[in-house]
């Protein structure tokens, strides 16, 4: 629940005290009856597999860019499916290497989380993951048999979830990579 200051006396609030909110599509929002501002919904570009405001760009000399991306997506498994949370284009003659931190809910509740790292190469050819990728799951004992994965399909990177038999499991990841392109 948000908290908003409610005046008591005369006089304006105390500096730091948000007394409307203005959201991006329209006109401000402000406090119920009780004082409070609700936020509910999906966050926006949740399912979305896109970088966020959150790269820089680099450039050295005149023949190499560096990049500096975050990528957030979400699904949901039903039994002991896989299914894929993000998906990131890997540019010819690059490496890419990315880090997922991965979060799941089941409705018991029953929690699942950890992390999944690894690198993939794209030299004339197609996507390869270079080496074993780095997992790591902590779960319910329920959903022990969970797993996270680094991988690719076609020319992409993907980060994939697989649930567990007879359980439906909400998935969040937000992945972060770094990508040497040779140009």
Known sequence: MSQIYKRTSSGPPPAGTVVELTPDLGGVVVPDGSGNINLSGLQTGAFSSVADSNFETFKSGTSTMQFAFRYQGAGTTVGATTTTLITIPVTAASVMNAEAQIAGIEATPLGVGGEA???????????????????AVRASSALAACSFDINVSGNNLIVT???????????????????????
């Not at 190469?121 to 074993?132: I, N, Q």
């Not at 697989?162 to 499991?169: C, L, N, P, R």
């Open 161 to 183: 979830v697989t649930g567990v038999a007879g359980k439906t499991i909400e998935w969040y990841a937000i992945a972060w990579v770094a990508q040497k392109t040779f140009i």
């Open 117 to 135: 790292r690894g690198t993939v190469f794209r030299g004339g050819g197609g996507a390869t993951v270079l080496g074993v990728p780095d997992k």
